[in-house]
């Protein structure tokens, strides 16, 4: 006897607001509306493929985390217009803005930006961060570490508290 999928639109209403935030967060607010849309195409599409009902939440956040990625990486090859280009960086102590942060964690390898936003914007513990990414909780506060580090070395001190 086959697997039974329950109805896409309960997947749909459970998981919604899931799928909004990591997308807003890996892709951008600008980009990140798009990035669900295309998550949930791209879900309602495998949908009838899938062999297992274990971890639907899990398969649709990297979905959406796969969909976050493509939009990054179509911004990134786009002209960035400006009105005038300034004569001299910005001082060092500047204050960062929260945008300057979000693209320091969007510059960060996938895995450690896809379980940093997993941790810090959806805020699931390392089990449920190790089981969407499919790796171990040892793994998962490894790369939530390992992503911090990095982010301490590129943003001033006061930015990562």
Same mark, same amino acid.
């Given at each position: 006897?086959?697997? =039974?999928?329950?109805?896409?639109?309960? $997947?749909?209403? #459970?998981?919604?607001? &899931?799928? %909004?935030?990591? @997308?807003? !967060?890996?892709?951008?607010?600008?980009?990140?509306?798009?990035?669900?849309?295309?998550?949930?195409?791209?879900?309602?599409?495998?949908?009838p493929?899938?062999?297992?009902?274990?971890n639907?939440?899990?398969?649709?956040?990297?979905?959406?985390?796969?969909?976050?990625?493509?939009?990054? =990486?179509?911004?990134?090859?786009?002209? $960035?217009?400006? #009105?005038?280009?300034? &004569?001299? %960086?910005?001082? @060092?102590? !500047?204050?960062?803005?929260?945008?300057d942060?979000?693209?320091?964690?969007?510059?960060?390898?996938?895995?450690?930006?896809?379980?940093?936003?997993?941790?810090?914007?959806?805020?699931?513990?390392?089990?449920?961060?190790?089981?969407?990414?499919?790796?171990?909780?040892?793994?998962?506060? =490894?790369?939530?570490?390992?992503?911090?580090?990095?982010?301490?070395?590129?943003l001033?001190?006061?930015?990562?508290?």
């Amino acid at each position: 006897m086959g697997m =039974r999928l329950p109805p896409f639109q309960q $997947l749909v209403d #459970a998981h919604w607001r &899931d799928v %909004a935030r990591l @997308a807003a !967060a890996l892709a951008g607010p600008g980009d990140g509306e798009d990035a669900a849309q295309r998550a949930w195409l791209r879900a309602l599409e495998a949908y009838p493929r899938l062999r297992s009902t274990r971890n639907l939440r899990g398969w649709l956040l990297t979905i959406t985390a796969r969909s976050a990625m493509d939009s990054h =990486r179509a911004r990134r090859r786009a002209p $960035l217009p400006v #009105a005038a280009v300034p &004569d001299h %960086a910005a001082p @060092a102590d !500047a204050p960062v803005a929260t945008e300057d942060i979000w693209e320091a964690v969007r510059l960060l390898p996938e895995r450690q930006r896809l379980a940093v936003a997993l941790r810090y914007v959806l805020d699931l513990p390392h089990a449920e961060v190790a089981r969407t990414l499919g790796t171990t909780q040892a793994a998962s506060r =490894r790369l939530v570490s390992d992503a911090l580090a990095a982010l301490r070395r590129e943003l001033p001190e006061e930015a990562i508290r």
